[in-house]
């Protein structure tokens, strides 16, 4: 099949580099970037996923550099760096993308489109979000916690022209790659936030992991307290889900190993940058502008803003 689409990947973590290696497995033109030992690793032995549903290990030898000695022109760019570290990928965009690259931010937040759009605002920069769950074990070794891997994007306005992003999809799909063009991308990312937002501040606030969630007990309550949270705010944002989304993300969470945990609770224990403001504390703005309560997610927030300093 011929190649279509030059695809540069911004990220070489658990969603970067999990999507990379499944697009060039899939015989995609695919570029990551990555960076240090995980660089090395990669070039040097090539990028291992290990798969902890079923015990099974794959590695592809993958196209891989760094920022200062990519020299190609990508069409499509996937942005997934954490959002902490958007700033230092903008200038790098700038320089290697064209007049018509499409930018595909796969972060976690709400409102991250709408941010990198306005930071490049010569692009075209759609909306996006991916479900994977992964991490770094070692340089050039991901550990891939469950089977899901699955990318929607769609554009912030309804009025913009949408063909080559609905094209971005058709040749992501026509390789086996599950990739989903939305009709209205806000609601899917809302969708998407009522996992990943109430596993990640029950599981800092309690100490929880997968398994905790899997079985009844005080985590998997909070969990779905805050999921219903998330609901009424969707709803509160023109969003109202059509599902059950409670029973949607416990089947999720079952899917994973019980030792897994969300990358803002690994991030935050080891005293790295992270996501929380993305998380949780987007999620507390939003719902003194909306006029929803959160109960659940301020009794969070005040202990996690005194055990770590942090919101």
Not at 229 to 247: K, Q, S, T
Request: proline letters at 4%; hydrophobic letters at 40%; glycine letters at 8%.
């Amino acid at each position: 099949m011929a190649r279509k689409f030059n695809y540069l990947i911004i990220g070489a973590g658990g969603t970067g580099g999990v999507l990379a290696h499944a697009m060039s497995k899939a015989g995609l033109y695919v570029t990551l970037i990555a960076r240090g030992e995980h660089l090395r690793a990669i070039r040097a032995n090539g990028l291992t996923i290990r798969r902890l549903w079923d015990e099974t290990s794959e590695c592809m030898h993958i196209k891989a550099t760094d920022m200062d000695h990519y020299s190609e022109r990508p069409d499509v760019i996937f942005l997934c760096v954490k959002d902490y570290s958007l700033e230092g990928c903008y200038d790098f965009i700038r320089n290697a993308a064209k007049k018509n690259t499409v930018i595909i931010p796969l972060l976690n937040g709400i409102s991250i489109g709408r941010r990198i759009s306005e930071a490049l605002p010569d692009y075209t920069v759609p909306a996006g979000l991916i479900y994977v769950s992964a991490n770094i074990a070692e340089p050039g070794v991901l550990v891939q916690y469950g089977s899901i891997l699955k990318i929607i994007f769609g554009m912030q306005d309804a009025k913009e022209d949408d063909r080559r992003v609905r094209e971005i999809a058709e040749d992501l799909v026509s390789r086996g790659i599950n990739a989903v063009f939305s009709e209205n991308i806000r609601c899917d990312i809302l969708e998407k936030f009522s996992y990943v937002s109430p596993a990640a501040a029950a599981g800092l606030y309690l100490g929880a992991r997968a398994g905790d969630f899997q079985k009844p007990g005080e985590p998997r309550e909070m969990f779905k307290t805050m999921i219903r949270e998330i609901m009424a705010l969707a709803y509160a944002m023109g969003c109202p889900f059509g599902r059950d989304f409670v029973r949607e993300n416990l089947r999720i969470m079952n899917t994973l190993k019980p030792t897994a945990s969300t990358s803002l609770q690994r991030d935050i224990e080891a005293g790295k940058p992270s996501e929380i403001d993305s998380l949780i504390g987007e999620v507390l703005r939003l719902g003194e502008e909306y006029h929803v309560p959160m109960p659940a997610y301020k009794m969070a927030a005040e202990e996690i803003q005194k055990r770590y300093g942090l919101l």
